[in-house]
């Protein structure tokens, strides 16, 4: 269960980076909702970057998908496909807030975008937050079939190429837990999160071009060593 904090505080863009250091993230209740609330959960899903899964018949889209991956091209959009209301899902907890500040955070060099693009049009993608060797992944939406798996493999292997020792995902869904993600406890979460922001990571390492041949033997190579 979450722990929420029902003061309500002004949230900057500093107050919110600490925040993410002490292992707590502001949500609202609803994007009409113009307060923010403190979560953090007992226990907390991480995507172990030694051991990222790729379903192979994902793997086979990778390499020949028409998709088109951009990193850090457009904030706007991809907040707006995460809060975006979908079948199963009418409302979201990105409010106006939330919005600002991580558009601030994208403006900071913090918040990063892994986005999917076909025919021009943005089909898929993530936002997250990285600090250090830490990345704090907030939310992903998709239009087009595998676009959101696809940004996520992406996603892991750029932050494992880059140094990157911890893939926050806050919770473990069965959509995260088919690559690999586990839940920590709180105390081993906290520990984790120290010794990554102990480390000096590069987001923009990887090429922005890279390919899936690249991505998959990055992963494997994680893979590989971490064993």
Known sequence: MASRDDIVIEITPQVLLKAYTCGIFPMAESADDPALYWIEPQHRGILPLDNVHVPRRLARTLRTTDLVIKIDTDIEAVIDGCAASRPGRRSTWINERIRSLYRELFELGHCHTVEAWLDGKLV????????????????????ARDASKITLVHLAARLAYGGFKLLDTQFVTDHLRQFGTVELDREDFHR????????????HRLPIDA????VLEILEAARTNGR
Not at 132 to 140: D, I, L, P, Q, Y
Request: no cysteine; net charge negative.
């Open 124 to 143: 898929g993608g993530l936002y997250g937050v990285a600090l250090n060797g830490a990345f704090f992944g907030e939310s992903m939406f998709s239009y």
């Open 192 to 203: 984790l999160l120290e010794e990554s922001l102990d480390i000096d990571a590069d987001f």
């Open 211 to 214: 390919s899936a041949e690249m």
